[in-house]
C-alpha cells in the first residue's frame, strides 16, 4: 500500500485531497507546511508528496527544493491555486514531478496521483537494480549501429550509477566508441587507416563488401563490463588478427595530425587512465577510475 503525505495549511484542502486519495486504498498522512512535511518525511515511509505551494514557515517552493536533497527519490505533486502559478514553475523547476490544479482535483488528482506512483517504483527498481549491476557482457555482429546503441547504453549507466560527472561520462563515451570502432573497421573487417586517408569512399565500401562476405562476417565483438564502488572497466575483443600497437604512428606528432591511424588510441588514452591491448593485439581492456571530490580549505 502506497503512503501519500498530503502538505497544506489550509485543513479543509487537506481532508478533502486526503479522501480522494483513501478512497483508492492508499495510506494518507498529513502535514501543516513544509517543515512538518520534511519531519513526517524522517519519521514515516513516504511514497509521494501532495504539497500546497503558499504555506506559513516552509513554503512549497522551499519544501521541494529541501525534499529534493533529502529525499531524491520520492516524487512531489504539486497543488496550485490562482496566483500560485509562478511559484508552481520554479517548483517544477526545482524538481517537482507534475502539478494538479486544486479547481480541479476531484477530476485529476487520481488520476495524475497512480501515473507518477507507477513511474516512480519502475524508477526506484532501476535504481536498485543499477546499484547491484557488477558485470555485463554483449556479443556482436558487425554492425555498426547495435554499436551505436551499446555506446549509449553503457554511457548512460554509467550516468545513472553516479560514479561519474559529465565531462568523465563523455570522456568514456568517446573512447567506447573509438575501440568498438576500431574493433569492427581494423578488427574483424581488417580495413586499414591508409585506405581513408586517400579515398574515405573506398574505406567504406570495402568494409561493407566484407561485412557480406566469409570469413569476416562471422567474425564478432566481444564486451564486457564490469563496474566497481571506485571503477569501470570495460573489455573489447575482435576476432581479427590482431595488430602491433608499438608500430602506430603517434598521432600528436605535427607530421601526423591529418592522418587517422592512431586517432582513437589517442583519444583512449586522453580519456581513461588505463588502456592496455593483449600482445596480439585483437583486446583491449580500458579502466577509468573515480575520482573522489577534492576538499578545499575554508575561508
Known sequence: MACILVVDDSAADRELAGRLLAKQSWRVIHAGDGRQALARMQEHDVDLVLTDLVMPDLDGLGFVQQAKIDHPLIP????????????????????????????????????????????????????RLLGRLQAASFTLENDLELISSLVSYLTQVLRDSGMFGESDCHGITTALDEALT????????????????????????????????????????????????????????????????????DPTAPENLARPSGRGIFLMKTFLDEV??????NEVTLLKRRQEPV???RD
Open 76 to 127: 512531489v505533486v504539486l497543488m496550485t491555486a490562482r496566483g500560485s502559478e509562478e511559484i508552481a514553475v520554479r517548483a517544477l523547476e526545482a524538481g517537482a514531478s507534475s502539478y494538479v490544479p486544486k479547481k480541479v482535483l476531484l477530476r485529476d488528482l487520481v488520476e495524475v496521483v497512480q501515473r507518477i506512483l507507477d513511474a516512480s517504483r519502475e524508477h526506484k527498481s532501476y535504481t
Open 182 to 249: 576500431n574493433a569492427f573497421y581494423h578488427g574483424n573487417l581488417e580495413v586499414r587507416s591508409e585506405i581513408r586517408e586517400h579515398d574515405a569512399r573506398a574505406y567504406r565500401a570495402l568494409a561493407e563488401q566484407r561485412r557480406q562476405s566469409a570469413p569476416y562476417r562471422d567474425r564478432r565483438i566481444r564486451v564486457s563490463a564490469n563496474l566497481s564502488s571506485d571503477a569501470v572497466r570495460f573489455v573489447i575483443a575482435d576476432d581479427g588478427g590482431g595488430f602491433d600497437v608499438s608500430a602506430v604512428p
Open 276 to 281: 592496455h591491448y593483449n600482445d596480439t593485439g
Open 295 to 297: 576538499a578545499t580549505a
